[in-house]
Nanobody, 123 residues
């Protein structure tokens, strides 16, 4: 059974930085997509950043491009999200997600989810 465990959320002032990490276990995909989603109260879950293990290719939401960086560990079962220049609009629950194969942006396409970690950015 696949398990995803996130860490690294917290509270920060606007302009600050946070780093989220996710470790996956229990899967043996030859290639996989790992992604970070976020969901603020009353809003839909949105894809923030994605990385495909096969090529290392990445994708970002327009709202975070240039501020957030997704990266994969050498073992390819860990993924991190470095968040800089944080804004109050970045406040949300952040979820790590994974699926076999390519990296779609729709949350429904992902089979495996972590429990989430809260990020709060104050002005």
């Amino acid at each position: 059974q696949v398990h995803l465990v996130e860490s690294g959320g917290g509270s920060v002032q606007a302009g600050g930085s946070l780093r989220l990490s996710c470790t996956a276990s229990g899967y043996t995909f030859s290639s996989a997509c790992m992604a970070w989603f976020r969901q603020a109260p009353g809003k839909e879950r949105e894809a923030v950043a994605r990385i495909y293990s096969g090529t290392g290719g990445t994708g970002y939401a327009g709202s975070v491009k240039g501020r957030f960086t997704i990266s994969q560990g050498n073992a390819k079962n860990t993924v991190s999200l470095q968040m800089s220049s944080l804004k109050p609009d970045d406040t949300a629950m952040y979820y790590c997600a994974a699926r076999e194969g390519y990296c779609p942006i729709g949350a429904v396409e992902y089979n495996y989810w972590g429990q989430g970690t809260q990020v709060t950015v104050s002005s």
